[in-house]
């Protein structure tokens, strides 16, 4: 069946990167683009921004850019998201999403907690 | 900055219809013509509902339907059942470089 399946949860100090990986199966990985958005506790949805699986194209939300990475790698259908001088505020839950028709999001991983404490 | 305002909270009885609603300003958000709504449960991810106002994906029960008008979508919860009870997103396309926002989601408790 179509799903992602995304690393494990982080723990990190503060000012250090976190690098989170996210696997498609099932399905074409390079004829979708991969979101990413984020959920700090009991907060809402964020989106960070996204992947184009085939050429590696971005589009990062203007909050993220110039601190936050989105690569892939087509050859074992896996996207990645990294996001560097971490602080307390990015404590959250990260996820994956499969992109669906125009700016949907059909598809999502399971979630990966990343805790940022000294 | 470009916002997408929801209600913080709904309810509803077993059996009724209800409405949540999803303002912004449409110029700002391609005329509101992307917009979908996702389903989250505590503790999990979200589920797409609705893609591009009005359209159920592939395995979305009928009960859940969306429209749009002018500056507002709405997607609309008919027969409401106790599980129906999760919080609501909505989000859209928008003009500026932050190519997709969420609305800050609707808490809905089926009473």
């Known amino acids: 069946q179509v799903q992602l399946v995304q690393s494990g949860a982080e723990v990190k100090k503060p000012g250090a990167s976190v690098k989170v990986s996210c696997k498609g199966s099932?399905?074409?990985?390079?004829?979708?683009?991969i979101n990413w958005v984020r959920q700090a506790p009991g907060q809402g949805l964020e989106w960070m921004g996204r992947?184009?699986?085939?050429?590696?194209?971005?589009n990062y939300a203007q909050k993220f850019q110039g601190w936050v990475t989105m690569t892939r790698d087509t050859s074992i259908s896996t996207a990645y998201m990294e996001l560097s001088s971490l602080t307390s505020d990015d404590t959250a839950v990260y996820y994956c999403a499969r992109g669906f028709a125009s700016y949907g999001m059909d598809v999502w991983g399971q979630g990966t907690t990343v805790t940022v404490s000294s | 900055q470009s916002a997408l305002t929801q209600p913080a909270s709904v309810s509803g009885s077993p059996g009724q219809s209800i409405t949540i609603s999803c303002t912004g300003t449409?110029?700002?958000?391609?005329?509101?013509?992307?917009v979908s709504w996702y389903q989250q449960h505590p503790g999990k991810a979200p589920k797409l509902l609705i893609y591009?106002?009005?359209n159920r994906p592939s395995g979305v029960s009928s009960r859940f339907s969306g429209s749009k008008s002018g500056n507002t979508a709405s997607l609309t919860i008919s027969g409401l059942q106790a599980e129906d009870e999760a919080d609501y997103y909505c989000s859209s396309y928008t003009i500026s470089t932050t190519l997709v926002l969420f609305g800050g989601g609707t808490k809905l408790s089926v009473l």
């Open positions: 449409s110029s700002d958000f391609g005329g509101l013509k992307y």
């Open positions: 099932g399905y074409s990985f390079t004829a979708y683009y």
């Open positions: 591009e106002v009005n």
């Open positions: 992947i184009n699986s085939n050429s590696g194209g971005t």
